[in-house]
């Protein structure tokens, strides 16, 4: 954990706390146990966008080099509990998968060259999912506030695009790769950070191979956009279950713009605090009490982490076990 990140992530921790505090403990509390247990079906349900994650980043695979899907979704897994529970500003987890399916699957530069695209395209999806959140307030909302906001950081994570192309030209890919398999790897003893780079030669090339598929490179934007757009279906069950139901459109205007904090918030681990507030502010514009909003925050971060903290299990487990053999 970085000497910037430990102070980040008490802050977040702490307006998380405060938020909730400012709307009462005894009031969320009591939002919550209105639908106890059933909550926990948010946790079978994320089962979805993890499929369409990993379906996603199959499909940018040129044929022959593609692994199984159910290795894709394992390395997505991971990429979101390292993502949602570590201090890593929501790119560690990419970083990571790459990292795990390199050392599993081959060509390593295939396996590293599709996990940069994917994250480069999940990057252009959340700007989509920005705009059809904007669409979504001036829809169903009168107070327009976040608009402008909202539409600003599409446009920024756009800009990101033509960046990509720019570090790949300039060698500065493999770099980050390096770096990343320094920081993940390095509690694994008996192996040099360095193993996995040396054999990512062919990395540009992979990329190159990669982006002459625009169809396939479209057909990965579309599954991705519709995975994160599932996830508004956590928003409408949880808010049935707490006795305060809104429609389809709604949920999904909250959703997409609560996303669309949360990315932006990529420096706050977890974006803890961000998300909370998030949703007080997104749920008052279509009548949801504060309250109510924090307990669909809550009930968000407790699927969290019962996904990420076995994630985070079966990652260390399963590079511990390829170091053993490894010897």
């Not at 939002?31 to 966008?49: C, D, H, T």
């Not at 808010?239 to 669309?260: K, N, R, S, W, Y």
């Not at 009930?299 to 590079?319: D, I, N, T």
Request: hydrophobic share 60%; net charge positive; with cysteine.
């Amino acid at each position: 954990m970085s000497r910037l990140a430990l102070p980040a992530l008490f802050i977040g921790l702490a307006l998380a706390v405060a938020v909730i505090a400012w709307q009462g403990f005894g009031d969320v509390a009591k939002a919550l146990s209105e639908a106890g247990f059933r909550l926990l079906w948010l946790v079978p349900l994320f089962l979805i966008p993890l499929l369409l994650s990993g379906l996603a980043w199959s499909v940018i695979f040129p044929a022959g080099n593609r692994p199984s899907l159910q290795r894709l979704c394992l390395a997505s897994w991971i990429a979101v509990s390292i993502n949602w529970l570590l201090p890593v500003a929501q790119i560690g987890g990419e970083v990571a998968k790459a990292v795990w399916l390199a050392r599993r699957a081959a060509p390593a530069p295939m396996m590293v060259a599709t996990a940069i695209v994917d994250k480069v395209l999940q990057t252009a999806g959340q700007a989509f999912v920005a705009l059809i959140g904007v669409g979504l307030v001036l829809v169903l909302a009168s107070d327009s506030a976040v608009v402008p906001g909202a539409v600003l950081f599409a446009v920024l994570l756009l800009a990101l695009i033509p960046a990509f192309f720019l570090a790949q030209r300039r060698g500065l890919l493999l770099r980050l790769v390096a770096a990343g398999e320094r920081v993940f790897m390095k509690h694994l003893k008996g192996r040099e950070a360095g193993g996995l780079v040396e054999r990512l030669g062919g990395l540009d090339a992979a990329l190159s191979a990669v982006g002459a598929a625009p169809g396939r490179l479209f057909a990965h934007l579309v599954i991705r956009l519709v995975s994160r757009l599932v996830l508004a279906a956590e928003v409408w069950l949880a808010l049935a279950l707490l006795g305060h139901p809104v429609t389809v459109l709604e949920a999904l205007m909250i959703e997409c713009l609560a996303q669309t904090l949360r990315s932006a918030a990529f420096a706050v681990p977890g974006a803890y605090g961000v998300q909370e507030g998030g949703f007080v502010l997104l749920g008052a514009l279509v009548g949801v009490p504060a309250e109510v909003a924090l307990s669909v925050s809550l009930a968000k971060r407790m699927r969290e982490l019962l996904v990420g903290l076995p994630g985070l299990m079966f990652y260390q487990v399963s590079e511990g076990r390829l170091a053993l053999a490894a010897r």
